[in-house]
């Protein structure tokens, strides 16, 4: 289906706020992102998992979720400004079951959010990896594309051609 980022962002981070209030979910979403073909309920758990993740291990600050367009592809992160995850365990994290353990403040959990996360990403066609903001020393960054294509023959849909 084509579907509208700004739309599914939204609708997650709403639901992200009432599941966890008072926690700060800020969103900044290009004016201009072209559809993507997806699925829109499961990029919603996708992005509803990752921001469940923002919470338990995020600290306390803002969580940001950005989306926009870079180059052939539409970028979706999320961001937190917690203790972070190791560089050599940044891949890790996406196994079945892993979990950093004390080292989260025994939050709870199964392991099994992100390598879920990563099979439906992976699923409908992008790529999810997480990310240790250098400079800052502190936070994660989860980071999503997905594909823009082309249509032959056709002007690819935009949102305002969306009904
Ligand atoms: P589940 O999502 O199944 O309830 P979980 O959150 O432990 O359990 P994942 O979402 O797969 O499982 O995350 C795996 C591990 O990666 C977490 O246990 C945690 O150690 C680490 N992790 C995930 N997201 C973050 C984050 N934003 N900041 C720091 N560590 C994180
Ligand atoms: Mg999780």
Redesign the pocket.
């Known amino acids: 289906d084509w579907v509208d980022v700004a739309d599914v962002v939204r609708a997650s981070t709403d639901r992200a706020r009432k599941y966890f209030p008072g926690r700060v979910i800020e969103t900044g979403i290009a004016p201009d992102l072209p559809l993507i073909e997806t699925d829109s309920v499961l990029l919603g758990q996708v992005l509803f ?1 990752l921001l ?3 919470v ?3 600290g306390t600050e803002p969580i940001n979720v950005y989306a926009r367009r870079d180059g052939n592809e539409v970028l979706i992160s999320v961001t ?1 400004l ?4 190791p560089v050599e365990e940044l891949e890790q ?2 196994e079945k079951f ?4 004390k ?2 403040g025994r ?9 879920i996360a990563r099979g439906f990403v992976t699923a409908m066609g992008g790529t999810i990896k ?1 990310e240790s903001p250098a400079l800052k020393k502190r936070g ?1 960054r ?1 980071v999503m594309r997905f594909p823009i294509k082309e249509i032959q023959g056709k002007d690819m849909p935009c949102r305002e051609d969306a009904p």
Do not use: E, M, Q, W
Request: hydrophobic content about 30%.
């Open positions: 998992n469940d993740n923002a338990k291990y995020g937190d917690g203790k972070g995850i994290v996406f892993y979990r950093r353990g080292a989260d939050a709870p959990g199964t392991g099994l959010g992100l390598s997480a994660t989860i």
